[in-house]
């Protein structure tokens, strides 16, 4: 059975820093991608980061949208099956309930489109307010 489950949401300052983690269970992590998604009341689902599946060589390729470049990093631990979101720089507009999503689909690259992913996390909350 396929799970995913979110951790290291909470409350935060603006400026301030999470590592969400996302640990999976059920299948073979480096065989699949795994996408960050986000949304806040009122507002769309939103496409944060992905990661791409294994091709045998350590090479993955990342996504981020715009709105989270050059603060957000997304890494992959296969041998201990969690996928990480480091969010530095946290702004009051990064408030919103985080998702882990994994997506089979053969590709040497990943996708934030929520139509790709077929396996969904329960969501981690992350509050940024001061």
């Known amino acids: 059975q396929v799970q995913l489950v979110e951790s290291g949401g909470g409350l935060v300052q603006p400026g301030g820093s999470l590592r969400l983690s996302c640990a999976v269970s059920?299948?073979?992590?480096?065989?699949?991608?795994i996408g960050w998604f986000r949304q806040a009341p009122g507002k769309e689902r939103e496409g944060v980061s992905c990661i791409s599946r294994g091709r045998g060589n350590n090479i993955y390729f990342g996504d981020y949208a715009d709105s989270v470049k050059g603060r957000f990093s997304i890494s992959r631990d296969n041998a201990n099956n969690t996928v990480y979101l480091q969010m530095n720089s946290l702004k009051p507009e990064d408030t919103a309930v985080y998702y882990c999503t994994a997506s089979r689909i053969i590709s040497r690259i990943c996708s934030r489109d929520y139509i790709s992913y077929a396996y969904w996390g329960q969501g981690t909350q992350v509050t940024v307010s001061s």
């Open positions: 059920g299948f073979t992590l480096d065989y699949y991608a």
